[in-house]
């Protein structure tokens, strides 16, 4: 890992520092702006293969913004995107979206739809006039309900799911692409505790079947617990990428949160975890022995 202990992190990592993987996503001096305002300057980040990496920061770093140009939703001013080594702009629309699923921050459920033909538009960019459906879309549509757990909503229109209900189906419509890259913008929103740990624990596993998962995040100690790889930004720059061990330090979290914090070791899990340092708050009393 590298940080900014006054200068900005380029992000060209050798093969080492991403644990021997192979680079999948690759940022190179992205800059993006929209008017005067930059949000992106530079940026330069590896994504590799076959991990789960969580972009996470200060609100209005660029997290989205950066997360929509591995997408190729938005074009930089500057810098390029490669994936699998080849330019982002290289790829036709149906090409790219074989090889990576988007789920949006915001999404827009149409009118009369219902869950079960929201799922099947994940199978869109396998479609064409000379290949119509399959057994294998239908098995990819039938993997992505049993993973998200929606099989009881299927009849049902999305304008009655309650917010929770719909960003799982928005999920399984994202995991019915079978993609090789899956990018997620805060996917736990909506999402009540349960559902959270249960997505996260799914997106691990598909970690391990070979995915590679890209995932804003807000929770800074479930990213440091469920991903393996973060990417950690500040006003529209890197500030530090690697492990999370490396990355989840307290002089980060200062320099990004300006939150003063306590790292401490998961009991259960080994996993770094932030505690907020308060003020107001005080150590207990140290109990003498009777």
């Known amino acids: 890992m590298k940080n900014d202990a006054g200068a900005l992190l380029d992000g060209r990592f ?57 997408a190729h939703m938005l074009r930089p001013g500057a810098g390029e ?12 629309r149906r090409a790219l979206a074989q090889q990576l699923a988007l789920l949006p921050q915001r999404t827009t459920s149409p009118a009369g739809m219902s ?10 960019p396998w479609q064409s006039w000379w290949r119509q459906w399959s057994g294998q879309d239908q098995q990819a549509i039938d993997r992505a309900i049993e993973l998200t757990g929606i099989n009881s909503l ?23 692409q079978d ?40 929770d800074l100690n479930q990213a440091a617990r469920y991903a393996d790889h973060l990417v950690m930004m500040r006003g529209g720059r890197l500030l530090a990428q690697g492990a999370p061990a490396e990355v989840f330090t307290r002089e980060n979290l200062k320099a990004v949160f300006d939150l003063d914090a ?19 708050s005080k150590p207990l009393p140290v109990q003498e022995a009777m």
């Open 154 to 176: 299927l009849d049902r229109s999305l304008a009655t799911l309650s917010g929770g209900q719909l960003q799982r189906c928005w999920i399984a419509m994202t995991l019915a």
């Open 14 to 70: 050798d093969q080492a520092l991403l644990g021997g993987r192979k680079v999948m996503l690759k940022a190179t001096g992205v800059r993006l702006g929209y008017g005067e305002q930059l949000v992106l300057d530079g940026v330069s980040l590896d994504i590799p293969e076959g991990r789960f990496t969580a972009l996470i920061g200060a609100n209005g770093c660029g997290k989205t913004t950066m997360l929509n140009v591995l």
């Open 179 to 218: 993609t090789p890259v899956i990018l997620l913008d805060e996917p736990t929103t909506f999402l009540d505790i349960a559902h959270q740990i249960t997505l996260l624990e799914l997106l691990v596993d598909l970690r391990e079947q070979g995915k590679t998962i890209v995932a804003v995040l807000h």
């Open 262 to 280: 306590h790292i401490i070791t998961d009991p259960y899990s080994g996993d770094p975890l932030c505690v907020p340092q308060s003020n107001r």
């Open 115 to 124: 869950v079960r033909e929201l799922v099947m538009q994940g199978r869109f």
């Open 81 to 92: 995107v490669q994936l699998s080594g080849k330019p982002l702009r290289q790829y036709s």
